[in-house]
């Protein structure tokens, strides 16, 4: 008996042990797990949208904006045509293309889709507009569901595509940007995502008295540019034009107010739709006028004649003693791009025949060490800090390992790399006055309530305002009496200066290739705007006075209507 009640013991210790381990595995061990099926089987949620911020133009009209678009999936137990029918009902509405090839290969796209094994809930095709989702449901197909998605507008198109950039998809399946505004800004213009939780019985129905949590979404920013429609859609009308007219490769042209930095208008070609980005090749993406190098040829000139009027080794009437001739440089000789010489010309005569030899003069006058501070002042070999992303910088040869002529090449724009926005923050400093200003594309980042302005970001004075007076004088005179001058347009006001550059191959300059450019602006006396253009190897004509200089022209007498700019007579 005595034994008997041992056993019994030991059974009941035994399995009071095992009650409790098991109520430490479930409650303990398993507790939070088991929680978290639990409340999936009482709660009930959904995340919350946030949408992403729109870009503005100057005049608070859209450049891109977000719109409303949908998944459409299928459930493959649900459907009551079956995989293949199904496939070819919604192939039609998928294809843009009416071939055969492209319908048959939808078709099998969405039955493999719809056939696998296993599962309950598959996306068909994403990004579906609302006009085309409202046809799919006139047909009552039965497994076939649509979920809302936020959607990328573009309402000009490709203009200002390189400006603007894309939205496309991460790693992880999440919009996100690409290049331009969208890209530099995605942080700012994503918002932050909110969600809905609450108590639902077996059926779904929320418990009134049960618990409920939201959070809000919190909307991405808006972005208000200095973009101008007006200018934007000129520009790329006329570049289009011009590249078509002087059969060149590729052209690029910015607008800039060289008082604020603000971006006018910015257009390259070829160009790509953002809308439909993925089916342009990955070479479309980046914006030459900020990723793109070249050597900049005469246009370099003025920023070389600047700083040796600003050092003081020269004065816009100062004689050049070599000027007679071809120029000996060590084992090199410098000759003029057309085989002119002009003894006794002065610098103002060296810019407005864009005498190479007279500049190699200016070089030697200024030196390496001068030519190099003067150059980094003006931003060459750095990134110009615009908002925009993918801004690369060619590098600036280091100081102390310029030679003769390294110095003497220099001076007239070759052996020199830039791009074109620092070619144009560099010479809007001669516009302003001697004052460098970082080049902005976005004037204010406005939020539901508040707005913030984006300050100017002045880099302070490169030369003097006497300097910079001096080498306006220069590049009017350039304009009316220089390579370019029959395409001046009389009693305007108008600075600037061509340059044609041969393209550095292997070596050695390509003597047929060349890359045109012509920068300058207007009213010289109070500038309105500054512009470059540039067209790479234009084949009519190797000369940047009869292909850069006559486009520049022509986008400018429209900006000169435009901004009101009188002619002085």
């Not at 047909?139 to 939205?167: C, D, M």
């Not at 540019?225 to 011009?242: S, Y």
């Not at 004037?443 to 302070?460: T, V």
Request: net charge negative; proline share 5%.
């Amino acid at each position: 008996m005595i034994n008997r009640l041992k056993v019994y013991s030991l059974c009941l210790l035994l399995s009071f042990f095992i009650l409790i381990a098991r109520l430490f595995y479930w409650q303990i061990y398993k507790g939070k797990g088991l929680s978290a099926q639990a409340r999936v089987q009482y709660q009930s949620g959904y995340a919350l949208l946030a949408p992403r911020g729109n870009i503005l133009a100057a005049d608070s009209t859209w450049l891109s904006a977000s719109g409303k678009s949908w998944l459409v999936y299928g459930v493959p137990p649900d459907l009551k045509k079956g995989s293949k029918k199904t496939a070819e009902t919604l192939a039609p509405f998928f294809v843009e293309d009416e071939d055969k090839t492209s319908l048959l290969s939808e078709i099998d796209r969405i039955n493999e889709l719809l056939s696998k094994g296993g599962i309950q809930w598959t996306p068909l095709r994403t990004k579906v507009s609302d006009e085309t989702k409202q046809n799919i449901e006139k047909l009552n197909l039965k497994g076939i569901g649509f979920e809302f998605q936020e959607t990328r507008i573009y309402p000009e198109a490709s203009s200002g595509a390189h400006l603007l950039g894309f939205v496309g998809k991460n790693n992880e399946g999440q919009d996100e940007g690409y290049f331009g505004l969208e890209g530099f800004y995605d942080k700012t213009l994503t918002g932050k995502p909110g969600f809905i939780t609450r108590d639902s019985d077996a059926s779904g129905a929320p418990i009134i008295l049960g618990a409920f949590r939201e959070m809000s979404a919190i909307g991405g920013v808006n972005l208000l540019t200095h973009i101008d429609k007006t200018v934007q859609l000129t520009l790329d009308k006329k570049l289009k034009h011009g590249i078509e007219k002087y059969g060149a490769l590729a052209g690029s042209a910015i607008v800039m107010n060289p008082k604020n930095g603000g971006i006018l208008g910015m257009s390259s070609f070829p160009s790509y739709d953002p809308q439909k980005y993925w089916e342009y090749g990955d070479q479309f993406f980046n914006n030459p006028t900020i990723f793109s190098s070249f050597e900049p040829g005469s246009i370099f000139k003025v920023l070389i004649m600047a700083a040796g009027l600003d050092s003081g080794v020269i004065n816009p009437d100062t004689k050049c003693d070599s000027c007679f001739g071809p120029l000996k440089i060590d084992k090199y000789f410098i000759e003029t791009w057309n085989n002119e010489y002009y003894p006794e010309s002065t610098m103002t005569d060296v810019i407005v025949h864009s005498d190479n030899v007279g500049m190699a003069y200016v070089g030697q006058k200024l030196g390496q060490e001068k030519m190099f501070d003067y150059l980094n002042s003006f931003g060459i070999g750095q990134n110009t800090g615009i908002d925009l992303q993918g801004e690369i910088s060619p590098k600036l040869r280091e100081k102390g390992s310029w030679g003769n002529i390294d110095v003497a090449t220099a001076s007239f724009g070759q052996g020199v790399a830039t791009t074109p926005i620092q070619m144009l923050r560099a010479v809007a400093a001669i516009a302003n006055k001697g004052r460098i200003i970082t080049p902005q594309v976005v004037d204010k980042i406005i939020g539901e309530g508040w707005e913030e302005d984006i300050k100017e970001k002045d880099g302070g004075r490169v030369i003097s305002e006497k300097a910079a007076n001096e080498m306006t004088q220069m590049m009017v005179e350039a304009a009316k009496k220089g390579e370019a001058k029959w395409t001046n347009i009389g009693g305007f006001k108008v600075a600037g200066k061509t340059g044609t550059a041969q393209i550095p191959i292997a070596g050695h300059y390509d003597e047929e290739k060349t890359n045109a450019s012509f920068i300058g602006f207007a009213p010289y006396d109070n500038p309105k705007f500054i512009m470059i253009v540039t067209l790479q190897e234009p084949s009519s004509s190797p000369w940047a006075s009869e292909t850069a200089a006559p486009l520049w022209y022509s986008i400018a007498v429209d900006l000169f209507n435009y901004f009101g700019i009188q002619p002085d007579n």
